[in-house]
C-alpha cells in the first residue's frame, strides 16, 4: 500500500508560479513512475508530466516549457514547478504512482484567477 498526499495548491493570478509537493508514504521511486494529473470541472483527468523510474519525462503539449516535475529521493517527495501560469490550468491536482497497481492522492485544488 502507498499513501499520496499533495500540497501546494492555491489561488494564483494569471503568469504566476506554483510548486506542488506530493509526499509518498514509502520509497517507491525506483520502481514507480510519478506524474501529476489533473481534472478540471466537467473535463476528463488528463496528464500533466510523468517521470519514469529511469528519469525518462514527459509533458503534453499544453504545458511543456511552463511546467517541470522533479523528484527528491530522499525525501519520498515528488514536485511539479508551475510557471506562467494560465486560468485554464485551474483543475485538482492528484499525484499518481503507477506500477502493477496505481495509486492516488486526494488532490490539491488550484485555482488562476484574477
Known amino acids: 500500500q502507498v499513501q499520496l498526499v499533495e500540497s501546494g495548491g492555491g489561488l494564483v493570478q494569471p503568469g504566476g508560479s506554483l510548486r506542488l509537493s506530493c509526499v509518498a508514504s514509502?520509497?517507491?521511486?525506483?520502481?514507480?513512475?510519478m506524474g501529476w494529473y489533473r481534472q478540471a470541472p466537467g473535463k476528463q483527468r488528463e496528464l500533466v508530466a510523468s517521470?519514469?523510474?529511469?528519469?525518462?519525462?514527459t509533458y503534453p503539449d499544453s504545458v511543456k516549457g511552463r511546467f517541470t516535475i522533479s523528484r527528491d529521493n530522499a525525501k519520498n517527495t515528488l514536485y511539479l514547478q508551475m510557471n506562467i501560469l494560465k486560468p485554464e490550468d485551474t483543475a485538482v491536482y492528484y499525484c499518481?504512482?503507477?506500477?502493477?497497481?496505481?495509486?492516488w492522492g486526494k488532490g490539491t485544488l488550484v485555482t488562476v484567477s484574477s
Open positions: 499518481n504512482a503507477r506500477h502493477a497497481i496505481n495509486y
Open positions: 517521470i519514469s523510474s529511469s528519469d525518462r519525462i
Open positions: 514509502r520509497n517507491i521511486f525506483s520502481v514507480y513512475t
